[in-house]
């Protein structure tokens, strides 16, 4: 078997969504997923310019030894871009092999470690009733799992509020739009939302709360402490992680529970805070840190300090990713939670998928391969659109972490 051509599929059906589809000589195909929210022309030119070339002629089964080819054959190698190509390739490998096999891709990992995937929400407001309602429409949803964001008075457009109760877009124009901040404002005010919410639905729901890398170590421990009372599954990117030491302050001084790892590409990015034992979730993706071959060394040095998986699953990854990382939740052992953000019916419909949702559980399907397709047609029928995610700036006009 040979790899005898490849392609780039960019679509926005209200989104934006870079798919590869890479195809054989013996007519069997895989797609895999490539978006970077903002910056998906820079995957589709190093895509088309410098890996789909290499790619033809190769073994497809070679999974392993294709992605070492595109990891270290790369003198400039890591970073965002990069590891969203070598991912892209690597799900659709899986797919290939997969459907090969006959079988769904959980099997080939080494099968079933759960019958199905705790899955959360997001439930957000612009003041603490709204998010409180919205809460409380995801639990008659059947969700076993919420995150919880709020508006928070005098900030401008605080983040994680979105436009619309089920789908949260934030890529909202041709330029980045500005966004405010104020830490102390939060402080004062995100402990507040969490104490309504155990006082209104009690403490049989797990709640999330994403600070966002807003807050400095020493604030986010502020933070954590604060909202001990509450119980929280996790507070996620509560400081940045670029210094990866900067987690051990916020360790000494809370005992919530801290997940991280969305934006990270390798298991570089994380290996400090996994064995000193810093965090208790890693949230990289299967899209970010380049696929399921890599993904599953990352959850292997996890395991062994007692740190599960919280993959990021918002809707600026596409069905494919979500498909990808239902079968790898189903499979790893230490498993924690999946992020699950609804896609809209029409993306629903470019990429057709046999996952479902069911009483706060997810389950990938039986389909050969990942389960997830694309409708080439459909998706030509949404031309890419440039967004940029927002920026923020403090009151002063100090750029901040978004």
Same mark, same amino acid.
Do not use: E, Q, S, Y
């Given at each position: 078997m040979k790899i005898q051509s490849a392609? #780039?599929? %960019?679509?926005?059906?209200?989104?934006?969504? %870079?798919t590869l589809k890479i195809e054989t000589d013996q007519g069997v195909y895989g797609i895999g997923d490539a978006t970077l929210n903002g910056r998906e022309l820079s995957v589709v030119s190093y895509l088309e310019d410098h890996v789909i070339p290499c790619l033809i002629g190769m073994d497809p089964q070679r999974i392993e030894d294709i992605w070492q080819y595109l990891y270290r054959g790369a003198y400039w190698r890591r970073g965002? #871009?990069? =590891?969203?190509?070598?991912?892209? %390739?690597? =799900?659709?490998?899986?797919d290939i092999k997969a459907k090969m096999a006959g079988m769904p891709l959980y099997q080939l990992l080494g099968g079933r470690s759960r019958d199905g995937v705790l899955v959360y929400g997001h439930a957000n407001g612009s003041d603490i009733a709204e998010t409180v309602e919205a809460v409380g429409h995801y639990i008659d949803m059947g969700y076993k799992a919420i995150r919880a964001q709020t508006g928070v008075p005098g900030i401008k457009d605080a983040y994680g509020v979105g436009r619309g109760k089920l789908y949260y877009e934030p890529a909202d124009a041709s330029l980045p739009s500005v966004t405010g901040w104020d830490t102390r404002k939060a402080l004062n005010y995100v402990p507040k939302l969490f104490e309504e919410l155990r006082k209104t639905y009690g403490f049989d729901q797990h709640l999330l709360h994403d600070g966002h890398h807003r807050y400095t170590p020493q604030e986010a421990a502020n933070l954590g402490k604060m909202l001990e009372p509450y119980q929280l599954f996790w507070l996620e990117d509560c400081t940045p992680a670029e210094n990866q030491e900067a987690f051990r302050l916020v360790r000494q001084h809370t005992v919530t529970p801290l997940a991280v790892g969305e934006i990270f590409n390798t298991i570089w990015d994380c290996k400090d805070l996994i064995q000193n034992q810093l965090i208790d979730y890693i949230r990289a993706t299967v899209v970010g840190a380049g696929g399921l071959t890599h993904l599953r060394r990352i959850a292997d040095l996890a395991s062994l300090y007692q740190v599960r998986t919280g993959c990021h699953g918002a809707t600026d990854l596409s069905p494919v990713t979500m498909g990808c990382a239902l079968h790898f939740d189903s499979w790893v052992p230490n498993f924690g939670i999946q992020e699950y953000m609804r896609h809209t019916e029409a993306t629903d419909a470019v990429f057709p998928h046999d996952y479902r949702f069911e009483a706060g559980l997810m389950y990938c399907g039986e389909t050969p391969g990942h389960g997830v397709d694309i409708d080439e047609a459909l998706a030509a029928k949404y031309p890419y659109k440039p967004a940029y995610l927002p920026v923020a700036r403090l009151e002063d006009g100090t750029m901040w972490n978004w």
């Open positions: 392609k #780039v599929i %960019v679509t926005c059906p209200g989104r934006n969504f %870079v965002p #871009v990069t =590891m969203r190509a070598i991912a892209a %390739v690597d =799900m659709a490998l899986w």
